[in-house]
T-cell receptor, first 115, second 113 residues
């Protein structure tokens, strides 16, 4: 069965600083990988996704993520953080075949942005 | 196009009471899912429906039942609520695509006292 680990429960950065959120996954085949963002009191919004091809994927709001098969990682990055990026971020892995598109989520990383 | 809608937004129940959480999507998606979100645990799958007329258990199904009423609607029922079911519940849907991207509703915050 697949699993996802987000090692950082809480990260604090200053506005304008760069950001990297870590995600490690466990899955036997090529995974489908996602990053979602959740603002306080809101549902989840898809930031970006990886299925195949170019291992560096671009998403909304200036975010990007890099798939590294050798490290089983899919880290999320942003060059310059804005105060509005404060939210909780979830990495998720989806399996193919007969899993009917079920996603397994990591525990989440809460991002705090200092002015 | 409202996407995925959930009702109610908030609910307080006493232990032993029952209730049904409603979910509807207007994107003509085949698959629908119910998750619960608890602090530090991410989202955990309760039940899912791969297509109209089918439902299956997810990771944490105990204490819940579901009904796929039609292609649009997927409800989650708590027959006898327990304090351990205090959580935020999210419904999601997915269309026919190899990409498994799910679209989420705004959530229902449930407190069981």
């Amino acid at each position: 069965a697949q699993s996802v680990t987000q090692p950082d429960i809480h990260i604090t950065v200053s506005e304008g600083a760069s950001l990297e959120l870590r995600c490690n996954y466990s899955y036997g085949a090529t995974p489908y990988l996602f990053w979602y963002v959740q603002s306080p009191g809101q549902g989840l919004q898809l930031l970006l996704k990886y299925f195949s091809g170019d291992t560096l994927v671009q998403g909304i709001k200036g975010f990007e993520a890099e798939f590294k098969r050798s490290q089983s990682s899919f880290n999320l990055r942003k060059p310059s953080v804005h105060w509005s990026d404060a939210a909780e971020y979830f990495c998720a892995v989806g399996a193919g075949g007969t899993s009917y598109g079920k996603l397994t989520f990591g525990q989440g990383t809460i991002l705090t942005v200092h002015p | 196009n409202a996407g995925v809608t959930q009702t109610p937004k908030f609910q307080v129940l006493k232990t032993g009471q029952s209730m049904t959480l409603q979910c509807a999507q207007d994107m003509n998606h085949n698959s629908m899912y119910w998750y619960r979100q608890d602090p530090g645990m991410g989202l955990r799958l309760i039940y899912y429906s791969a297509s109209e007329g089918t439902t299956d258990k997810g990771e944490v199904p105990n204490g819940y039942n579901v009904s796929r009423l039609n292609k649009r609607e997927f409800s989650l029922r708590l027959e006898s609520a327990a304090p351990s079911q205090t959580s935020v519940y999210f419904c999601a849907s997915r269309g026919i695509t190899v990409h498994y991207e799910q679209y989420f509703g705004p959530g229902t915050r449930l407190t069981v006292t």
